[in-house]
């Protein structure tokens, strides 16, 4: 299959471009497009086949459910069997937004778009792009993650790119997103809201509008049997294709076992890749740096380590954005052996389950604790 590849200002949209997007998608097809989380791999959520399709070029499971976007309130009870009146006061305070809410839905949603569930998820994006694109491909667009399954979400075009060449009809370049999480879900179909995936959206502020609300104990399961209500819930995701390893504790020690860890693979022949803070990152460099310059770049440090900052520890929507790239980042560089220090302990510590939360699926949960 031969994917065309265009480029889309946000706040410059090309109606025409757009309008061709869109009847790929009602024509059966899929086409990849930007959102303020991740890039979305989008199709009709109204058609079973598009489904298939979806999971098919994603090599994704079929019984991880889809994620229905919209353009506009209204078209919400087109989908869904009853809106909940959480709902509306979820939708007022986060929609447009990463916020993704679980209702039952109407028997015009295909199971084979929701997994096999009753329920469906459901999101409107802030992205201009993204719902010029759903409005033209007619309302509904279920779309996850427009990756391999497994691999990290891609928030740039390169990424889904490189991935999906090939396996779908078009990619839409609208630049980086700047968020860089996928969507909170929330589940308003049991008594009690229950947050199924942490995001940008925190429990805290959800906490402020809504009387009550739990988090799913099965967020920090390693595995688990029971089949999975949204997406990220059971299977591993956002996994680089080196080992990673989360080394949690004090700060300074934190550093100081990474940079042994390092030094013993290096001395092995893998290629190392580190994960830091600002706090942290020149200790690293200083640490590792190398003093043959027959095996090292301009600089001093060792052709097979590669050392990356997230950022600076309390400003966690940097990390956010940034945890994505550097595993992909890491994958470019054929990074073998990955250690990450964890994020758990930022001045707000809003973002910190979320990041963890993807941090720890792409470790597959090893964690060294100090």
Do not use: C
Request: hydrophobic share 40%; no cysteine.
């Amino acid at each position: 299959m031969d994917t065309e590849i265009i480029k889309i200002d946000e706040e410059n949209i090309d109606i025409g471009l757009i309008n061709k997007a869109g009847q790929i998608i009602r024509a059966g097809g899929l086409v990849a497009f930007p959102t303020e989380t991740v890039y979305g791999l989008g199709g009709d959520a109204l058609n079973p086949d598009s489904g298939r399709k979806i999971y098919a070029a994603k090599g994704r499971p079929s019984d991880n459910p889809l994620i229905i976007h919209i353009a506009r309130w209204e078209a919400l009870k087109e989908i869904v069997d009853y809106i909940p009146p959480a709902a509306k006061v979820l939708a007022d305070r986060f929609w447009p937004g990463p916020m993704t809410i679980i209702m039952k839905k109407s028997d015009k949603v295909p199971l084979e778009i929701t997994g096999g569930l009753d329920t469906v998820a459901v999101r409107l994006p802030v992205n201009k792009t993204a719902r010029a694109l759903i409005e033209a491909a007619g309302g509904y667009v279920a779309a996850p993650s427009a990756n391999l399954s497994g691999r990290p979400s891609p928030t740039s075009a390169k990424y889904v790119i490189e991935d999906m060449q090939g396996r779908i009809d078009m990619i839409i370049d609208g630049g980086e997103s700047n968020i860089g999480l996928e969507s909170t879900i929330v589940d308003l179909t049991e008594e009690t809201p229950m947050i199924l995936r942490p995001g940008f959206i925190t429990e805290k502020q959800l906490n402020e509008i809504l009387e009550e609300v739990k988090t799913d104990p099965a967020i920090s399961e390693k595995d688990s049997t029971k089949a999975p209500k949204a997406p990220g819930m059971k299977y591993r995701h956002y996994a680089p294709k080196g080992s990673l390893t989360i080394i949690s504790g004090g700060r300074v020690q934190v550093a100081d076992y990474i940079v042994r860890k390092a030094v013993e693979n290096i001395e092995l022949g893998k290629r190392v890749g580190i994960i830091g803070t600002e706090e942290n990152i020149e200790k690293y460099r200083v640490a590792l740096s190398a003093t043959d310059a027959k095996t090292s770049r301009a600089g001093g440090m060792p052709l097979n380590i590669s050392i990356k900052s997230a950022g600076f520890r309390d400003d966690e929507e940097q990390i956010a954005r940034s945890l994505y790239n550097i595993l992909r980042e890491f994958d470019d560089e054929g990074i073998e052996i990955i250690f990450s220090e964890d994020f758990k302990d930022g001045k707000s510590g809003e973002l910190g389950e979320a990041i963890m939360n993807r941090l720890l699926k792409a470790a597959g949960h090893q964690v060294i604790n100090l």
